[in-house]
């Protein structure tokens, strides 16, 4: 006897919510067990938490801006991984983003002293775009014509881009009258985005909403969205049935790309005013975690990007209230990809007991143990 994974040829309706809601229960539990093993009251900590990052007005608006990129960033790899490119560089696409802005910011009104302050803007959104794009048409390329492996490019393209902002903020771009702090100027105030009054949610807010609907389009009523799909499926029957797989490699990335570099925008542009450290501090890796658990889902994707903004944002308040280390929120959102996956897979597959005469098949009457086709 011995345990096998066989494929389910239709899933279950009902195990497609129900599994995912268990599964999250399971990590919570997991991670109370982990929280009573340092000596903390799991409870208290999950209300803490709670508290933390949906208790006010101020602590939801905190939320919301750390899912911001997030979600921006989860609706770019989360194309790419439908077409079943491992875009796992969404830091670098994002770091770059807020580069390409922030240069707009800062030398725009300097070298084009006649440019409208409302253009500005409309300008630092294309720029960080473009460049967050362009960050993605790399790997994308050396993929579609050099069969590259992208993991490993997109991986190494994020460190490279960090670096090249910290070489920046640090050098040419530093502020003179920044006290010594690493950081460019302040921008101007026609380059900072809009917020919400009393809080520190932007107009990048916005920006993932309309880009959750558009992907939602495309992707469910476009034949461009169906030939995403049948690529992820099956490439080989995607070539056979004539789509361009190199050109759509190409334009997911662009896209891919372009999302993750506006969650740059926002975080220079409504968050930092400035190109500074702090920057690049891991959404772009949250972000493939946010895209999983949202099943790849624009709308999911948006759900997700809330509740592990909160678990970011219910960690560093346990860390005030409670003296407990902010790695703690790390130990649960990880718990929760762990449980939530797992769940996915038992979702797609159902475990079965199989004998030695199952696997092998049954001997047929009048075999003589000849060769077979």
Known sequence: MSLRL??????????????????????????????????????ETYRAMAVGAFGGKY???????????????????????????????????????????????????????ALPDWSLLPLMFVAAFVMGGLWGLIPALLKAY????????????????????????????KDPKGYGFPGSAPFPAAARLPRWPGTRV??????????????????SRTKWGYEIRIIGENPRAARYAGINVIRNIILVMLISGGLAGLAGFGEVAGISYRLQKGLAVGYGF???????????????????????????????????????????????????????????????????WASAATSTGPARSGDTGGDRC
């Not at 239709?10 to 991670?31: K, N």
């Open 6 to 43: 066989e494929r389910r040829l239709e899933p279950s309706r009902s195990a497609q919510y129900l599994v995912p809601v268990l599964s999250f229960a399971a990590a919570l539990l997991f991670g109370a067990v982990i929280l009573a093993l340092a000596g903390a009251n799991p409870w």
């Open 59 to 113: 602590a939801i608006s905190e939320t919301l801006v750390k899912a911001i990129p997030l979600m921006l960033a989860g609706l770019g790899v989360s194309l790419a991984f439908r077409m079943l490119f491992w875009n796992i560089g969404a830091e670098g696409q994002l770091v770059m983003g807020g580069f390409a802005a922030a240069g707009v910011a800062l030398f725009a009104p300097r070298y084009l002293p």
């Open 146 to 173: 050099l069969k590259v492996n992208e993991i490993i490019v997109t991986l190494m393209m994020n460190y490279i881009a960090i670096l090249w902002i910290e070489y920046l903020f640090y050098g040419p771009w």
């Open 202 to 219: 932007h107009l990048g807010l916005l920006f993932a909403l309309v880009a959750a609907a558009i992907l939602w389009l495309v992707l």
């Open 286 to 352: 949250t972000a493939i975690i946010v895209a999983w658990l949202g099943r790849l889902h624009p709308w999911g994707i948006l759900l997700v990007g809330v509740l592990l903004a909160g678990l970011l944002v219910g960690g560093d308040q346990i860390q005030i209230t409670m003296g407990l280390p902010a790695s703690v929120a790390l130990i649960v959102q990880g718990a929760i990809l762990f449980f939530v996956l797992g769940g996915a897979l038992l979702t797609e597959y159902r475990v079965r």
